[in-house]
């Protein structure tokens, strides 16, 4: 039916929102993992082309890998696996984004998870924290391009934005 895409920078409050929204919507949580390989990249987005298509559900969708690994490579400096192509056939699919920042680097950075995670290798962990700052920018520069194609886009900020007029644009 459509997926609701919760996207930002690491330390911008991702995690919470989908938790959040998942208890109060009462909405399944579909997590797309971190950095992937060619082939699990592929896996992912078969999976959510089906939930997106052919479920007759919306899931909250933690990340979106035709956004995230366009803004992760660049920031981290390597080619990345997602094309403008890709990126483009991907923002006609069914969706709504909810990217969440609290509009200053520094803070996402206090906040950040440094947990170990299966699906975060501390190697990336530790790359994100260094370039933390460059990713932030590539995602306002990647949400404004987005809103101009005219996507459905929230941007949310704990600090600074009222929860209930999130769930009314919901």
Request: charged share 30%.
């Amino acid at each position: 039916m459509s997926l609701l895409i919760i996207e930002g920078p690491d330390g911008a409050g991702k995690s919470t929102l989908v938790n959040k929204l998942s208890k109060d919507l009462k909405l399944p949580i579909y997590r797309s993992g971190g950095p992937k390989e060619i082939t699990e990249m592929k896996e992912v987005l078969a999976e959510m082309k089906t939930l997106a298509l052919v479920t007759n559900k919306i899931f909250i969708c933690d990340r979106a890998p035709w956004i995230s690994e366009i803004i992760y490579s660049k920031a981290l400096g390597r080619e990345s696996i997602v094309t403008d192509e890709v990126f483009n056939h991907w923002l006609k699919t069914p969706q709504k984004i909810i990217y969440c920042t609290l509009g200053d680097s520094e803070l996402m950075l206090q906040n950040m998870s440094r947990e170990n995670k299966p699906h975060k290798p501390l190697k990336h962990t530790l790359a994100v924290i260094e370039s933390h700052k460059k990713i932030c920018e590539e995602y306002e520069d990647l949400m404004a391009k987005i809103e101009s194609k005219n996507i459905e886009l929230f941007e949310y900020d704990w600090q600074n934005s009222s929860y209930h007029e999130l769930l009314l644009w919901l």
